[in-house]
Each structure stands twice: as C-alpha cells, then as structure tokens.
C-alpha cells in the first residue's frame, strides 16, 4: 500500500497553502488565522509521523532504565514496597514489549517493498527465460496474495467511494484481526 | 541489486530506459525531459498575471496587430493541466476587429499523465471539422514564453455532465437522466466511428510515428506505459509483472490502423445543455496511431459509464447499453468488434490506467510536481479496485 500518510499529508498542505489561504478574505482575520495553525499543526504532524514510534521505543528504555534504578534504590514501609513490585513488575511487562518491537515501521515498509521488487523481478524473468512448467504456479502463487493483499488494500480506502459494492468489503480492522490471529 | 532513486534520476538510467522501451520519438522526448527536471524544483504556483504575460509574448511572436487580454479566470475540470480561460480582443484574419474566448492549457512541471503539447495541438487540428472540437490557435510547444508548454485553443460553450448531477473527480461516477441518453450516445458513437476511420495518412501530423500493420504500435504502447511504470512507480506490484509478460505474449495484430484518441469517455466532452449537442471532444493528450479496440475497450469501462434503472443493464458512457453501443459502432464504422481484443486491450487500459494513477499518481505529488497534488493524491486511491479488476482479469486469461 502506497498510498500513505506522508503523501497524503504534503499535499494536503500544499494545497491548503497555495490555494486555499491566499483564497481566503483578507477581512476575514479569524479564518486567516486558523487556516494558518491548521497548515501548521499538519506540519507538525507530517514531521512527527515518521518518528513517533521510534521516539515512542526511545522513550519507554529510557523508562525502564530510570524503573530498575528507582527498584534498586527505593527502601521502606509498607507503602513503598508495594509501590517498588507494581514498579518492578510493570517494568517487566514494559522490557518484554520492548523486546518484541525492534523493527520500526520505516524498516518494515522498506522490507515491503524490497519484497515487491524482488518477487515482481522473478515474475518478470521467469515469463522471460524460466521453465515452461513452473509458470502455472508462479501465476497461482502471485493471483493468490494479490487478492488477499488487494482485499486489504481496498479496506483501507473504502471511504474514499472507490468500491462498486462497498458491503462487500470486510472493515480493515477485522482483516487485520484475522491476519493476526 | 541496485537501487535507483527514481526522485533523482541519473542519465545513465534514463538512458537505459530509453534503450530498453523503444516508443514513439515524441512520447520519448517528453519522458525524457520530465526524468531530466525531475530533481529541479517542484511546481510553484503560477498567477494569472504571470499567465497573462506569457500569453502575450507568445501572441506577440503571431499578431502583427495590437491586442488586448481580458477577463483572465481559472477553469477547473481534468486532473493533469491548468487552464486559463481569457478573452483575446484583436484583428482576426478574415473576420476584423473580434473578442474572442480563448483557454490557455499549460502543463505544469510533471502532470499525472506526461504528455507533449505539440502532438496534442497537431490531432485536435488535424480533427477540426470532424468531430467537434475547440479551434487551436497558437503553441508555445517548449515552454518559451510561458512557464511550461503551453497551447491557446478556443474555448467551448457546455458541461461535461448535467448541471444537477453529482460525479466524483475527473468525470468518475457521473449520472446521465434517461431522457437525454439516446441523443448523447448517437453522438458519442458517431464522433468515435469518425475519429477511428479518419484517414491520417494525408493529416499534418509530424509528431505522430506512423506504425506498420500488425503490432508495431502496439509494441510501442506496451513500451511507453512500461517505462512509466519504471520511471514512476514507488512499490513494485508483482500483478503489474504478470499482466506486461501477459500482455507482450499476447499482442493482436491491428487490422485497420486509427487514430485513437486514448482517453474517449463520459467527462472528455462538453454538450450544450439546451440542443444536447456535444460541442467538443477534449483531452487528445493521449491519442495515437493503433488499434480502435482500446477506445472501445476504455469507453465502456464500468468507472465512466452506469447501470440503468433496472439495476442490471450497464451503459456505456451513462447513454447506452453495451451490446448496443458495438453494434451501432460497427454498423456506422464497418469495422469489426473483435470480442478476443476487446478483452486484450481491456487489460491494456488497466495496466495503462494504473501506470498512471498507481505509479505516476504517487510521483508527481511526492515530488511536489502539479499544480493539484491533492486531486492527484486522492485519483491514486481508485488503483486499488482496478489492480482488482486486473487480478480478476489475469485469473480469466492465464
């Protein structure tokens, strides 16, 4: 899926900005104002988008650092004992979470589409100078994840209006939950 | 494997698929500029004064007389070009002192389908009194005097779809009412049979290669709408592959070479309200020599036309069921609908389809490149309902 935020996101802002604002009454200062946070705040956003998650990573081992030291150190009564085992066992929740996020989501649409490359290029070459034989389940295999892909694909932009039969379209969640499972 | 950063194009690269997709020298000309700006900047939006000015010394260059431009506005309407609607007061040859309305189309720095305004400005001349179209007057064919390429033709009375109707962008979903559905879709088949047995051999067409029978032009459309792909494409779709080696295996030899107008559908025409009567057949951008099967094909796809009242029936371009639409082309044309090439080149308009919206559609505004990149941005969503459309399709022929 390439239609993403990040496009989506500049040319939202080019066009709120090259056409929209200089549209907008000068009289009106209320409108002006707002148009101009909005283009801002969507700049923000397309800024931060990209490292939310590894920002989100850095900043919960950073957490779980300053928690065993806070776990070492804290001695007392009641109270702070069991303030130290919530501590102590939240941070071991938070190191296993941690543990299972090591690729960011830059890295894997990067392996998607390494992946795209690669498999497109054996389709290519198989048509041109692969074995007769073989092609049948080259062709099943590549029909096959393309309409599971598709499926999702065309789920996550259903409200665009696209679809001839939108109900016929599962919601992106539930595929996603299935996938999962 | 090397990784090519299609944003910053190198000229060992482009000359590589230059090589490896021989086209029509034009179409080649243009890819080629587009992948030698693309690291230049992105398209800054343009004034009407700055229009205005360029208009005029590019008039300058072809009246001899003193003229006037007034009444500058935007039109809307297309994805791919701006227009600017003006009215020109001048000398006219032959008809004395006139005001005359007149669109400025301009390309900006990379539009969703990259075409050369010198082939449009020579076929919408060529088919002056043929089928309607709006007269051309002046080219500024390599952006001398205005910021891109640019051509003046006259500007058309009419709609592109009933003033009540709803569509969604470029034409997309348009609703014709049933009591004006024969008169447009006589008309609709008529202009098509006129433009495909127009005989072009004797037109002033320079741009235009002139293909030998059997698959030569096609061979050179496959080409150029590969090299799109590879030039433009960001995620690489192993369907995309399927289908060109599909297509390539495939190829039907034409049997009657036309001049095809390449993007012949509802939302390409304006009509006069008030007599029915379509006044212009628009964006010849995509025209070329090859086989009428792929404007039949691409007319009668299910985005440009709708079903009738009793939900079965699918008109082609809203006006006309299907079965009827061949029959009343073949009758007036005396040319075959094949049923095997409809079906190969309704695959071929998929593929190129998505070369433009999937690939192109994703570079243009990721580079910042039209004067929309949010309508581009947004067109880019229908790949996904055609990529299954074309998987559906691959599962039938392979």
Redesign the interface.
């Known amino acids: 899926?390439?239609?993403r935020p990040q496009?989506?996101l500049?040319?939202?802002i080019?066009?709120l900005s090259?056409?929209v604002l200089p549209a907008i009454d000068p009289n009106n200062k209320l409108a002006i104002e707002q148009g101009k946070l909005s283009i801002g705040l969507l700049a923000l956003l397309a800024q931060q988008l990209p490292n939310q998650f590894r920002f989100d990573c850095d900043e919960l081992a950073r957490l779980i650092a300053t928690a065993r030291e806070l776990v070492a150190q804290a001695k007392g009564g009641e109270g702070t004992q069991a303030a130290v085992a919530a501590l102590y066992e939240a941070t071991q929740l938070a190191g296993s979470t941690l543990d299972t996020a090591q690729a960011s989501p830059a890295e894997v649409e990067a392996m998607?589409?390494a992946m795209?490359?690669?498999?497109?290029?054996l389709?290519?070459e198989v048509?041109?100078d692969g074995e007769a034989g073989c092609r049948a389940g080259?062709?099943d295999a590549?029909?096959a994840?393309?309409?599971e892909q598709?499926?999702r694909?065309?789920s996550m932009?259903l409200m665009?209006?696209?679809?001839?039969d939108p109900k016929a379209v599962p919601p992106i969640a539930s595929l996603l939950d299935a996938s999962a499972r | 494997m090397a990784v090519v950063d299609k944003n910053r194009p190198s000229p060992e690269w482009i000359e590589h698929l230059r090589k490896r997709y021989p086209c029509e020298q034009e179409i080649d000309r243009v890819l080629t500029r587009k992948l030698e700006r693309r690291a230049g900047p992105p398209y800054a939006p343009v004034s009407l004064d700055t229009l205005q000015a360029g208009t005029e010394a590019l008039l300058r260059t072809q009246l001899t007389e003193p003229f006037t431009i007034t009444d500058t506005r935007w039109l809307s309407g297309g994805a791919s070009k701006l227009q600017m609607a003006f009215v020109l007061h001048w000398n006219q040859p032959g008809v004395g002192r006139s005001s005359t309305p007149l669109v400025l189309r301009m390309e900006p720095s990379e539009a969703i389908t990259e075409t050369s305004r010198l082939r449009e400005f020579q076929i919408i001349k060529a088919m002056e009194g043929k089928v309607p179209v709006p007269p051309t007057y002046w080219i500024d064919a390599y952006g001398e005097y205005l910021p891109y390429p640019a051509i003046v033709y006259g500007f058309a009375e009419g709609v592109t779809k009933p003033s009540k109707s709803t569509s969604t962008v470029s034409g997309v979903g348009t609703s014709i009412p049933p009591e004006i559905r024969e008169t447009l879709g006589q008309q609709f088949v008529d202009h098509l049979v006129t433009t495909h047995t127009f005989d072009w051999q004797q037109a002033d067409i320079g741009a235009y290669d002139r293909p030998a029978a059997g698959t030569e032009a096609l061979e050179w459309a496959l080409n150029h709408w590969e090299r799109v792909w590879e030039e433009d494409s960001h995620e690489d779709v192993p369907l995309m592959r399927l289908t060109m080696a599909w297509l390539r295996r495939n190829m039907p030899p034409v049997d009657h070479i036309s001049m095809v107008h390449g993007d012949y559908r509802l939302g390409n025409f304006l009509y006069t309200e008030h007599d029915l009567r379509i006044s212009a057949w628009l964006d010849w951008e995509l025209a070329y020599l090859g086989d009428r099967h792929e404007d039949l094909s691409w007319s009668a796809k299910r985005q440009f036309g709708q079903m009738a009242e009793d939900g079965k029936t699918f008109l082609v371009a809203g006006c006309l069921p299907i079965e009827e639409y061949l029959a009343r082309y073949e009758r007036a044309s005396g040319l075959k609908v094949d049923p095997e090439r409809m079906r190969y080149y309704d695959i071929f308009n998929n593929y190129k389809c998505l070369a433009i919206v999937l690939a192109t559609g994703y570079r243009a505004p990721f580079n910042g490149k039209t004067h929309q990149d949010v309508l581009v941005a947004w067109l880019s969503g229908i790949s996904y309902p055609l990529l299954e459309e074309l998987r559906t399709q691959m599962a039938e022929v392979l």
């Open positions: 899926m390439q239609m496009i989506q500049q040319a939202v080019k066009a090259d056409v998607v589409r795209r490359v690669t498999s497109g290029q389709v290519t048509y041109r080259i062709r590549v029909l994840m393309s309409k598709l499926l694909d065309r932009l665009q209006g696209w679809e001839p």
